[in-house]
T-cell receptor, first 114, second 114 residues
Framework: AQTVTQSQPEMSVQEAETVTLSCTYD???????LFWYKQPPSRQMILVIR??????QNATENRFSVNFQKAAKSFSLKISDSQLGDAAMYFC???????????FGDGTTLTVKP | EAQVTQNPRYLITVTGKKLTVTCSQN?????MSWYRQDPGLGLRQIYY???????DKGDVPEGYKVSRKEKRNFPLILESPSPNQTSLYFC?????????????FGPGTRLTVT
């Protein structure tokens, strides 16, 4: 069974600074996708970024980037130039492509201080 | 507009009274899933479906039933709800094989069982 661990229940960052959220996972599968989702107070789940396991290049979406270390099974999210609107719960998620199963971490609550 | 809809959005019910939460997507997606979200526990997958008439158990299937008679609909059935099923429920869909498996989430259904 796959597991996803987010070791930081809460993080805070000063506006305009950079913050990194950690995620580790465990799997025996070779083909999978990893995601970061954002959940603001509205509770809507919003995709932040995705990474295909077969790609060595780290994914980047504007101010959001990942550090994907496949051998170490690590998938951290870096948010640059943090904005007040980045304040939310962030979930790391694993999706195995051989089946429809997905596994989420317990989440990291990010606070952005003005 | 491409979307996943859930109904009802809020529901308060009593122990043992059967209920159904509907989920519908208009994107012709192959895969659909149900999750529950509890404080501190992230999202846990209840059931998933990779095609019409094909459903599989997720990590927490006890006390739930699902059906997939049509591609667009994936209702969640609680035949005899109990207080420990009080939670926030999300339905999600993704295109399936050959896609990037990005999940599109519904707005959530907050269920309270008294």
């Amino acid at each position: 069974a796959q597991t996803v661990t987010q070791s930081q229940p809460e993080m805070s960052v000063q506006e305009a600074e950079t913050v990194t959220l950690s995620c580790t996972y465990d799997t025996s599968e070779s083909d999978y996708y990893l995601f970061w989702y954002k959940q603001p107070p509205s509770r809507q789940m919003i995709l932040v970024i995705r990474q295909e396991a077969y790609k060595q290049q780290n994914a980047t979406e504007n101010r959001f980037s990942v550090n994907f270390q496949k051998a170490a099974k690590s998938f951290s999210l870096k948010i640059s130039d943090s904005q007040l609107g980045d304040a939310a719960m962030y979930f790391c998620a694993y999706y195995g492509t051989n089946a429809g199963k997905s596994t989420f971490g317990d989440g990291t609550t990010l606070t952005v201080k003005p | 507009e491409a979307q996943v809809t859930q109904n009802p959005r809020y529901l308060i019910t009593v122990t043992g009274k059967k209920l159904t939460v509907t989920c519908s997507q208009n994107m012709n997606h192959e895969y659909m899933s149900w999750y529950r979200q509890d404080p501190g526990l992230g999202l846990r997958q209840i059931y998933y479906s990779m095609n019409v008439e094909v459903t599989d158990k997720g990590d927490v299937p006890e006390g739930y039933k699902v059906s997939r008679k049509e591609k667009r609909n994936f209702p969640l059935i609680l035949e005899s709800p109990s207080p420990n099923q009080t939670s926030l429920y999300f339905c999600a869909s993704n295109p399936g094989q050959g896609s990037t498996y990005e999940q599109y989430f519904g707005p959530g259904t907050r269920l309270t069982v008294t």
